[in-house]
């Protein structure tokens, strides 16, 4: 098994993030500027992900 396979199974698995939904926000693009302000005043935790689609 390769290293990268490995390190892929660990992070799937024991190094799992708990609750990483709820660590995760979605936002528009035409949200995006007001995402970065927050990120900038340090008012932002976790992740945000841009929805393009939208």
């Known amino acids: 098994m390769t290293f990268r396979r490995q390190t892929w199974e ?3 698995s ?3 993030l708990a ?3 709820r ?3 979605l936002c528009s ?3 995006l500027n007001s995402e970065i302000d927050r990120i ?3 008012k932002q ?3 945000v992900i841009v929805d393009l689609a939208t």
């Open 10 to 12: 660990k992070i799937a």
């Open 14 to 16: 024991e190094w799992k």
């Open 19 to 21: 609750d990483l939904d």
């Open 23 to 25: 660590q995760t926000s």
């Open 29 to 31: 693009l035409e949200e």
């Open 40 to 42: 900038l005043a340090g």
């Open 45 to 47: 935790k976790g992740r």
